[in-house]
């Protein structure tokens, strides 16, 4: 240990070394031992404890006790300070993270024993927190330690336990996979698609039952996903929750999909995002509000986060305010999406959040109306283009929202046109709201006042029986829209 502090020490640069004085200042015993450190020869313990403690009178065998209490926080002070080759790269490591670095450390300048037991410890933590990114790295550090020392006697435990551990990485990373699959399918094709994905995540979690860390994945992912889609049964979402506030309780340093900084803040603030939307679904619009709310609190306070925010946060703030009729304050967040994009420079996410404007006038309508309507729509028309060319399934439902806005605006023949294309009918039927085509069915012709005043009968019943928050708004546009039938 002295060496290796000494050989630390010695690589600081001279401004380093000076503010290191100026942090001990108050501590003379301190200050002789970088003393001692500044000279260019190796020296043991019985010499630094007659150096630091030249004018004690204790016995030797206390002065050496304080001296290794004096050692080890000095230690801890520069090992602070260095992280190896992940802090050169300015890479954010987590705690377990920068042991492992410093233990590398150690082994490059070969204190093999030093690095032994502390890498011995680093794994005993790993096992214990479910942190099997780091256990085959650290578990390869311990063997070469050993046959650094010709040490050979642990050796076939080591092996079985890194055996273990580069099994349990592959499970996780499958389910890493698995997961986002499973999120792709449901933004692209709905959740169904999504369930063979969530059911490998479930059977990799059972064949790993001594390690909750696949469980607490497999829940976590089954909620988030559960609560973002339509038609799931709440009863099920509520099962998912429960087990997931239970592991968190249980285990609560072992991660979900990923040992990386803020994980736990991150994973709170999903956990607030998917209440929201839980609640969502049973119509409690204020509750979900307010978990919306938690979870863009703890990306504003938490500095890791906000420049790790998505469209989709954007889109799902404003969905929320909507329904709860916050129209203002979802333009607001519209302009919010605007900046956060043009400082990214990420044109076509602009773009969506031009369309997300038009979406919140269209369902504020009469209440509020946009002064800018032709600008609005030419970002619109942009962003279709962008839509087309990707071949993405929201193709039809950006049409489908040009087609509203166009209603709005006094323009039925061209609301009509865009309302009755092929893409625009699959995607409100997609949508669970295939009224709206009979809408469109009905617009830009003399339609039948008792055409009319039925489809409104209609639309009213589907309205009164209505439960998901977002059906219930879109269903009270389309009950507007029926208005300008007239």
């Given at each position: 240990?002295?060496n290796f502090i000494?050989?630390?020490y010695?690589?600081?640069p001279?401004?380093s070394?000076?503010q290191?004085r100026?942090?001990f200042t108050?501590?003379?015993k301190?200050l002789?031992l970088?003393?001692?450190l500044e ?15 030249e004018e004690?009178?204790?016995a030797?065998?206390?002065?050496r ?7 080890k ?5 520069l ?6 080759e992940?802090?050169d790269?300015?890479?954010s490591?987590?705690?377990l993270e920068q042991?492992f670095?410093?233990c590398?450390?150690l082994?490059?300048?070969?204190h093999?024993?030093?690095a032994?037991?502390?890498l011995?410890?680093?794994v ?6 479910n ?5 085959p ?9 050993n046959?650094?020392?010709n040490?050979?006697?642990d050796?076939?435990r080591v092996y079985?336990q890194?055996a273990e ?6 499970s996780l ?6 997961a ?5 399918e449901?933004l692209?094709s709905?959740?169904e698609?999504?369930r063979?994905?969530v059911a490998?995540?479930?059977t ?10 696949f469980e607490l994945y497999?829940q976590?992912?089954a ?5 973002g ?5 709440v009863r ?8 997931v506030q239970?592991?968190?309780?249980k ?5 979900a ?9 991150m994973?709170q603030?999903y956990?607030?995002?998917?209440q929201?939307f839980y609640?969502?679904?049973?119509g409690?619009v204020?509750e ?11 990306h504003?306070?938490?500095p890791?986060l906000r420049i790790r ?5 954007f889109?799902?703030?404003i ?5 709860t009729?916050r129209f203002?304050?979802?333009?607001q967040?519209?302009e919010q ?6 400082d990214q420079r990420e044109?076509?996410?602009r773009?969506k ?6 979406q919140v006038?269209?369902y504020a309508w009469?209440?509020l109306?946009?002064?800018n309507a032709?600008?609005?729509l ?6 279709i283009?962008?839509q087309?060319?990707?071949n ?12 509203v ?9 061209k ?5 009755r294309m092929p893409e625009t009918r699959?995607?409100f039927e ?20 008792e ?7 209609n639309?009213?019943?589907l309205?009164g029986k209505a439960?998901e928050?977002g ?5 009270k546009?389309a ?8």
């Amino acid at each position: 240990m002295n060496n290796f502090i000494r050989e630390e020490y010695q690589r600081l640069p001279q401004v380093s070394r000076e503010q290191l004085r100026r942090q001990f200042t108050g501590s003379p015993k301190m200050l002789r031992l970088l003393d001692l450190l500044e000279q260019p020869k190796k020296f043991g313990t019985y010499e630094a404890v007659h150096h630091v403690y030249e004018e004690d009178t204790e016995a030797f065998e206390v002065l050496r006790n304080r001296y290794f209490k004096l050692r080890k926080k000095l230690a801890e002070v520069l090992e602070q300070g260095g992280g190896g080759e992940a802090a050169d790269a300015g890479v954010s490591l987590m705690p377990l993270e920068q042991e492992f670095y410093r233990c590398r450390t150690l082994v490059q300048n070969n204190h093999f024993q030093e690095a032994r037991r502390r890498l011995e410890k680093l794994v005993s933590e790993c096992w214990e927190r479910n942190i099997f990114e780091l256990l085959p790295d650290a578990l390869n550090q311990m063997l070469f330690c050993n046959f650094a020392m010709n040490i050979f006697r642990d050796n076939k435990r080591v092996y079985d336990q890194l055996a273990e551990a580069n099994s349990l990485l592959n499970s996780l990373n499958e389910q890493r996979l698995s997961a986002r699959r499973a999120y792709e399918e449901t933004l692209l094709s709905g959740y169904e698609k999504a369930r063979p994905f969530v059911a490998r995540l479930k059977t990799i979690a059972l064949q790993h039952k001594n390690y909750p860390r696949f469980e607490l994945y497999y829940q976590f992912t089954a909620f988030t996903l559960g609560t973002g889609s339509r038609g799931n049964d709440v009863r099920v979402l509520a099962r998912h929750w429960n087990r997931v506030q239970e592991l968190l309780k249980k285990y609560p340093d072992v991660p979900a999909a990923f040992y990386e900084p803020h994980s736990v803040e991150m994973m709170q603030s999903y956990l607030y995002t998917a209440q929201g939307f839980y609640a969502f679904q049973r119509g409690d619009v204020e509750e979900c509000h307010r978990c919306f709310m938690l979870s863009w609190d703890i990306h504003d306070r938490t500095p890791g986060l906000r420049i790790r925010r998505t469209d989709s946060q954007f889109v799902n703030r404003i969905a929320i305010e909507v329904a709860t009729g916050r129209f203002r304050e979802a333009l607001q967040t519209a302009e919010q999406m605007l900046e956060f994009f043009k400082d990214q420079r990420e044109e076509e996410k602009r773009l969506k959040a031009y369309a997300e404007m038009v979406q919140v006038y269209t369902y504020a309508w009469p209440q509020l109306k946009p002064h800018n309507a032709e600008f609005l729509l030419g970002k619109l028309d942009e962003y279709i283009k962008v839509q087309r060319r990707d071949n993405l399934p929201t193709y039809g439902l950006n049409i489908g929202l040009k087609a509203v806005f166009l209603l709005q605006l006094g323009e039925p023949a061209k609301a009509a046109r865009l309302g009755r294309m092929p893409e625009t009918r699959e995607g409100f039927e997609r949508t669970q709201v295939p009224v709206y085509n009979e809408i469109f069915d009905l617009a830009g012709k003399k339609a039948s006042p008792e055409k009319v005043e039925e489809l409104r009968k209609n639309i009213q019943q589907l309205y009164g029986k209505a439960k998901e928050a977002g059906l219930i708004y879109a269903l009270k546009r389309a009950l507007a829209l029926v208005d300008l039938l007239r």
